[in-house]
């Protein structure tokens, strides 16, 4: 019962300060021996203590202060040993150990044992010794101090102001995008389980970036499906930057290679972190310079971008979101060499915006509505070297097939089921006839005409959409 062990360590207390509550008594009975107290181990944050089993004894009382007279346990054991744990290292502590005679008996308590112990104090780990190197940037490395987990450090300029600082695994720092000059590095290894931590370290390094060479090739967006000409500067500390990314001067992709961490090689060093809550993603967003889109939304962890190659030839590959609400995932890339690209088929094919004016009676009313839509997309996909998919039109996962003609400028796209319905897509024309689609000069293809043509056994065919699509790149 808590009561009846309240009461005993009550009187275990009182008893052991040499106060009884029935001194007449005491005088007649036999006081019980004293425990020989010993000390069995010490760390830097526990004690361990032992006594002799005494006949007659119930049980034992012990009470253990700090320096200052302060109790840090208190109690009553039947056991002839007790562990104090979470204790301060390098702090001296005193036991009282007493044993209790039951109170009906014929022996009387004696006075407490005073037994003081030490805890052991921590180990300092040993001090690093940190260097620099400016092979590929600015790297402070140090070697693996022992017994040590985590390193803290601080890196700051020539004029003391702080660069970077945190805590780190590893046994380096490299630095990425620093401007040329002076700087230094203050690195403490910290203690855990019974060490302190270090002495601190101290190193300098310089930066003397400079531009090693360029390289001229071709950077393709994913979510404009569009290519262009760029160029792409190599730095000596393993940084690069694609000028003019998106194709507006002085947006660039500015990024690392940090060949030293296999797990997350690449870094983007211009734009910004964006934690996205709401929708659940972490993305890194560069701006492009455009208005739509107006940000490079990539995703640079764990390699999933990664520069690939050489100086000769090779690519930047940047796996990136595009669309409402994440919806696409898909590589920005630069390449090179630039090869030229001499298929005619690359003008025509891509994500083009639809601009779709006519009308359709499927719906459901069966009644007839005009449709006057400028922000449908549709896509053209090379097939072969003349054919073409066409896919949008006015349904989407419904592609047509068509042959392109680039001396006469036209798209012929033969009547041919319209997806898994049951209609036919032609021209206004008739239900066989084919819709023949113009080139225009700006790039825009202009498909006009177009019905879904329904077979009906005794009314003959009849169309229940017609209208003209405009698609621009």
Same mark, same amino acid.
């Given at each position: 019962?808590?009561? /009846? ?32 107290? +010993? ?10 203590? $032992? ?25 009553? /054991?039947?056991?002839? %040993? ?22 009906? #008996?014929?022996? #009387? ?6 037994? &003081?112990? !030490? ?6 780990? $040993? /001090? ?10 600015? !790297? ?11 390193? $803290? ?14 805590? !780190? ?14 700087? #230094?590095?203050?690195? &403490? ?16 390094? $310089? ?19 569009? %290519? @262009? ?6 730095? %000596?500390?393993?940084? *690069? ?9 002085? *947006? ?20 910004? =972190? ?16 455009? #208005? ?56 025509? &094919? ?10 359709? %009676?499927?719906?459901?009313? @069966? ?6 839509? +400028? ?11 003349? &054919? ?18 680039? /001396? ?9 089921? =319209? ?12 239900? !066989? ?19 879904? @043509? =329904? *077979? ?18």
């Amino acid at each position: 019962m808590k009561h /009846t062990k309240i009461l005993a360590i009550l009187l275990s207390l009182a008893m052991a300060t040499g106060f009884s509550a029935c001194e007449e008594n005491d005088d007649i009975r036999q006081p019980l021996s004293s425990p020989a107290v +010993s000390q069995e181990n010490a760390n830097y944050q526990s004690l361990s203590f $032992s006594w002799n089993k005494i006949d007659n004894a119930v049980q034992y009382g012990y009470r253990l202060t700090d320096p200052n007279g302060r109790v840090v346990k208190a109690d009553v /054991t039947q056991k002839t %040993s007790v562990i104090f744990t979470g204790l301060q290292p390098s702090t001296t502590y005193t036991l009282q150990v007493w044993a209790l005679a039951g109170m009906d #008996s014929d022996y #009387s308590t004696p006075p407490a044992v005073t037994l &003081t112990a !030490t805890t052991d104090g921590l180990v300092q780990l $040993s /001090t690093p010794v940190v260097t620099s190197s400016s092979d590929n940037g600015l !790297t402070f490395l140090w070697e693996t101090v022992p017994n040590a987990i985590e390193y $803290s450090y601080t890196v700051k300029d020539a004029e003391e102001a702080i660069v970077e600082t945190g805590i !780190t695994e590893n046994t380096y720092v490299q630095l990425t995008g620093l401007p040329n000059g002076e700087y #230094s590095i203050s690195v &403490t290894a910290l203690g855990h389980d019974g060490y302190s931590d270090s002495e601190t370290a101290s190193a300098t390094g $310089s930066v003397l970036i400079s531009e090693l060479y360029r390289i001229e090739g071709i950077y393709h967006s994913a979510e404009l499906d569009s %290519s @262009w000409n760029a160029t792409m500067v190599a730095y %000596s500390d393993n940084t *690069y930057s694609i000028l003019s990314f998106y194709g507006v001067e002085g *947006y660039n992709l500015d990024f690392a290679v940090n060949a030293a961490n296999a797990d997350d090689m690449f870094t983007i060093l211009n734009g910004e =972190y964006i934690n996205d809550t709401a929708a659940g993603y972490v993305t890194w967003q560069v701006p492009t310079g455009l #208005s739509d889109p107006a940000m490079l939304i990539a995703y640079p962890w764990y390699n999933y971008c990664y520069l690939e190659g050489d100086r000769q030839s090779g690519s930047v590959n940047i796996g990136c979101y595009h669309g409402a609400g994440y919806a696409e995932w898909d590589y920005d890339t630069f390449t090179w060499p630039a090869v030229a690209d001499n298929d005619p088929m690359t003008a025509i &094919t891509g994500t083009f915006t639809n601009h779709f004016v006519g009308g359709s %009676s499927i719906n459901d009313t @069966w009644t007839w509505e005009d449709i006057d839509a +400028s922000d449908w997309q549709a896509t053209i996909k090379k097939i072969d070297e003349e &054919t073409v998919e066409i896919d949008g039109l006015y349904w989407t996962d419904c592609p047509v097939y068509g042959i392109v003609d680039f /001396t006469a400028g036209t798209i012929t796209i033969e009547a041919q089921e =319209y997806g898994e319905t049951y209609y036919i897509f032609a021209s206004s024309n008739g239900a !066989t006839d084919p819709v023949v689609a113009t080139i225009n000069a700006d790039g825009s293809i202009t498909v006009p005409n177009i019905c879904l @043509w =329904y *077979y009906f056994d005794e009314g003959g065919w009849y169309y229940y959409m017609y209208g003209t699509a405009t698609l621009t790149k």
